[in-house]
C-alpha cells in the first residue's frame, strides 16, 4: 500500500520567482493568454494531484531560439519522511532530461538557477534516477528537512523560443515497508572537448564503502559510438560489467542499463571502476560539455552515501 501524501506543486516556487505561478490551489492556467507572442509552448500538463505520488512541478521558464540550457530548481522537503521507488519524467518537445538530485551548496527553497555550465556542476549529486523502478521492498530515503535539486534540460534547436513547465512525479512507498535503503553511484566527466574526429575519454574511481550493485547505466549523446564501465580490485584485473558498442543516437534518452535486481553484485571498498567513452565528431567545431557527455549512473545499497566521482580537471 502506498502511502498518503499531498503533492508539491508550482506554487511554492512563486515567491522566489518572476515566473507565471498563479490563481488556483495547483498550478497556473494552462490556457495561451499567458504565452508571450512569438513563443512556442510546450509545457507539459501537471497530473491531478494522487496520493501515491509526489509530483514537483518547475515554473514556467522561458528558452530562447537556437540555444541549449539546463535550470536547476531548489526544493525543500517539508512533508515529513518519505521513500520513493521511481520517477516519472515529464517533460515537453526539446526536451533532453529531467533528473532529481542533491546539492552540498544549498539555497533558498525555490531558488531557480541557470546551471549549464560545467563550472556549476561541481555541487550536485545524483539522487533519483528517471524511469528505473527499484524492485518490492527497496527504497530511497527522502528525510524530512532535506533539500534536493530538480535539474531540467532543453536543446532548443526551434527557430523560436520555447516556453517550457516539467514536472518530476516520483512514486511513493511508505518508509517502514522498505526494507533495502537505495542510493546512487554516478561518474562524471566535465572536462570534455571533442575535436573533430575519433576521440576517447576513460578515468577510474575508487568505491569508498562496500555496497551492493544494484543498476548500472551509461550516458552519452548523439556522437557517442562505444560506453564501457569495467570494475575491479585494481587496474590490471578489471572486468567489463557494462558495454554498449555500437552506442546509438536514440540512447542518448534511454541508454541500456544492466540489473541486478536479482541477483546483487557485491562490490567491496576499494574497488576501481572505470569509465571509458569513445565519440566521432563528425563536424568542424569542437563539442563541450554539455553538448556531449560522459557519465554512468547506477544504484547501490549497502551504505546511504550516495558515490559520486569526476576526474580533475586538466
Known amino acids: 500500500m502506498r502511502p498518503m501524501r499531498p503533492t508539491i506543486l508550482c506554487s511554492i516556487l512563486c515567491a522566489a520567482t518572476a515566473a507565471a505561478c498563479s490563481g488556483g490551489d495547483d498550478v497556473a492556467d494552462d490556457g495561451d493568454d499567458d504565452v508571450p507572442d512569438g513563443v512556442v509552448d510546450v509545457r507539459v500538463d501537471v497530473p491531478e494531484p494522487s496520493d501515491a505520488y509526489l509530483d514537483l512541478v518547475t515554473p514556467d ?11 536547476c530548481i531548489y526544493l525543500d522537503n517539508d512533508q515529513g519522511e518519505l521513500a520513493v521507488d521511481n520517477m516519472e519524467a515529464l517533460q515537453g518537445d526539446y526536451g533532453h532530461h529531467i533528473v532529481l538530485l542533491t546539492t552540498i551548496d544549498p539555497q533558498p527553497a525555490g531558488t531557480v ?53 516539467d514536472v518530476a512525479r516520483l ?43 544494484l543498476l548500472l547505466g551509461g550516458h552519452m549523446h548523439e556522437t557517442g559510438t562505444t560506453f564501457e564501465i569495467e570494475v575491479g580490485p585494481s587496474v590490471d584485473e578489471l572486468e567489463s560489467m557494462y558495454l554498449v558498442d555500437p552506442w546509438r543516437p536514440a540512447y542518448r534518452d534511454a541508454p541500456p542499463v544492466t540489473l ?11 574497488t576501481i571502476v572505470r569509465t571509458t567513452c569513445t565519440w566521432d565528431n563528425t563536424s568542424a567545431e569542437t563539442i563541450e560539455f554539455p553538448a556531449e557527455m560522459c557519465a554512468s549512473f547506477g544504484y547501490i545499497a549497502g551504505t546511504s552515501t ?6 580533475p580537471s586538466e
Open 113 to 165: 538557477e541557470d546551471c549549464t555550465s560545467q563550472e556549476d556542476m561541481w555541487k550536485f549529486r545524483s539522487f533519483v534516477l528517471p524511469g528505473n523502478e527499484l524492485p518490492p521492498g527497496h527504497g530511497i530515503r527522502i528525510p524530512d528537512g532535506m533539500q534536493y535539486v530538480m535539474q531540467i534540460h532543453y536543446v532548443n534547436v526551434n527557430p523560436q523560443p520555447i516556453l517550457v513547465r
Open 61 to 71: 521558464l522561458e528558452i530562447a531560439a537556437g540555444t541549449e540550457k539546463m535550470f
Open 260 to 270: 541486478f535486481y536479482q541477483q546483487p553484485r557485491a562490490v567491496p571498498a576499494g
Open 306 to 311: 550516495p558515490f559520486h566521482c569526476e576526474p
Open 171 to 213: 512514486q511513493l512507498v511508505e518508509p517502514a515497508a522498505v526494507e533495502t535503503w537505495v542510493t546512487t553511484l554516478t561518474t562524471n566527466s566535465l572536462r570534455l572537448a571533442l575535436p573533430t574526429g575519433v576521440s576517447s575519454e576513460s578515468f577510474d574511481c575508487t568505491l569508498t564503502e562496500d555496497v551492493d550493485l
